[in-house]
């Protein structure tokens, strides 16, 4: 019975044994494993952050260069009178010039810059306004552009005030009217040559005139037509 006894507890201290080494080793395995997994996913993260290019920044697509705008005096005007209005309730035009730029030439009777100048009698101020719908250097910027106030007074004659319902003809009617009276032949002989409009009010005749101007300017102009801005009548050659 004695030898049975030892015999079985020497069995049972050998099954203990074995237990615990059988726990270390699955434990040992299960380490091992992790251990193998990571190694392997972080030489994979390593592998794909070598071979793959860095992400180019998308390409930002360039803003379209807007072209001129060009308009006749009238469409122009009604912009600045617009404008004029905010400034002072009882502001007239006293006068409306085309600006040159180098967007067009004037023979379709449109510009891509426009001036009108307004006066206000009741506060004794005059300010110009300038419409522009030019891409050229050195233009004003597109839409209306208010100038600086100055003094008015309504005795000056070069700054007479007039209703904007005498403006009923526009400046490419007025240059058809100037082309009749030796326009067309100054733009045969000189194609390049610009023309450039004036409207103003001419207190001796008491008439609101468009000045047809073949040329950058009143002095140097190779011909300057003169024409009624109410009924598109030829008036004169001033020169």
Not at 76 to 88: E, L, M, V, Y
Not at 170 to 183: E, F, M, R, Y
């Amino acid at each position: 019975m004695k030898t049975a006894r030892l015999a079985y507890v020497r069995f049972a201290q050998e099954a203990g044994s074995w237990s615990w080494r059988g726990e270390i080793a699955r434990k040992t395995s299960r380490a091992l494993a992790f251990m193998a997994i990571s190694a392997g996913l972080i030489a994979l993260g390593l592998l794909t952050g070598c071979s793959s290019e860095p992400e180019k920044p998308a390409e930002q697509a360039k803003p379209e260069v807007k072209g001129p705008e060009l308009l006749t005096a009238r469409s122009a005007f009604q912009k600045t009178f617009i404008a004029a209005r905010g400034w002072n309730q009882d502001a007239k035009p006293y006068r409306i010039e085309s600006i040159a730029t180098s967007d067009g030439n004037g023979r379709d009777g449109k510009w891509a810059v426009w001036r009108a100048g307004f006066a206000s009698a009741t506060q004794r101020l005059a300010k110009t306004f300038t419409w522009s719908g030019s891409a050229a250097d050195g233009a004003p910027s597109r839409g209306v552009n208010p100038g600086i106030e100055d003094s008015y007074s309504p005795t000056n004659a070069s700054m007479q005030t007039w209703d904007p319902q005498f403006l009923k003809v526009d400046s490419d009617q007025a240059l058809a009217t100037a082309q009749k009276h030796g326009g067309d032949k100054i733009l045969e002989k000189t194609p390049d040559t610009p023309v450039t409009y004036v409207c103003d009010w001419n207190h001796n005749e008491n008439k609101l005139i468009w000045h047809v101007i073949f040329g950058s300017s009143r002095d140097n102009s190779k011909l300057t037509v003169s024409v009624d801005a109410s009924t598109g009548e030829f008036i004169r050659v001033e020169k």
